[in-house]
């Protein structure tokens, strides 16, 4: 998240998903061995942000996601040319993944076990649907910013981590808006300081 609170920067696309400027968000993460290992990307580099990732990433047997983070143009599939994600043909989840949408779509298997399950029936179906698939591990929200919105103010929502990223986009899309002035019950419980962010994590009481 930048300093003024976007998660993503003006005139979203297809061509540039997160927007004028919402790479620079992501900057930190792009060189460390903990973020390129998923990716199959070798080598990279340790620093404070490493435990962050490796313990986000420790548990996950599943993950939900909104319609905009898996991508695509809005509306209904494209039956001719259906759209498969940002991700390739093996998409770094290796997990069950559902993706809140408004349009029915047949599952998507892909390689390395991630398949990809399109839920129009609301964000609680989509929550229950990724815990009965994790088997008691965790369900990793991912995004964007609406789903996270959605989550936070059913109270749905058991730990947060905030990267923040000292930039400013200026507009775009902001995490917080309409969340209202408490976070459901999450408190804040850490901040590590590391490169080019902060990491600040909430959990539940």
Do not use: C
């Not at 930190?28 to 990732?53: D, K, Q, Y």
């Amino acid at each position: 998240m930048s300093l003024d609170g976007f998660v993503a920067g003006p005139s979203q696309s297809v061509e540039n998903p997160l927007g004028i400027g919402g790479t620079r968000l992501h900057e930190w993460a792009f060189g460390l061995a903990a973020f390129r290992a998923p990716h199959g990307l070798e080598g990279g580099e340790v620093n404070e942000s490493t435990a962050v990732i490796q313990e986000s990433l420790a548990n996950i047997g599943a993950t939900v996601m909104g319609r905009n983070m898996f991508g695509g143009h809005p509306g209904p599939w494209d039956a001719a040319k259906p759209w498969n994600g940002w991700w390739g043909i093996d998409p770094p989840f290796h997990h069950p993944v559902f993706v809140l949408t408004h349009h029915k779509r047949a599952p998507l298997e892909l390689e390395g076990g991630t398949t990809f399950t399109f839920v129009t029936n609301g964000i609680e179906a989509a929550l229950e649907q990724g815990r009965r698939a994790a088997g008691g591990k965790d369900v990793s929200l991912a995004g964007g910013a609406s789903a996270a919105q959605q989550y936070l103010a059913a109270g749905l929502v058991d730990e947060m981590e905030i990267s923040i990223v000292p930039t400013l986009l200026g507009g775009g899309e902001r995490l917080f808006d309409g969340i209202g002035d408490d976070l459901h019950g999450l408190e804040h419980v850490r901040t590590v300081a590391a490169p080019n962010v902060t990491h600040v994590k909430f959990s539940r009481r």
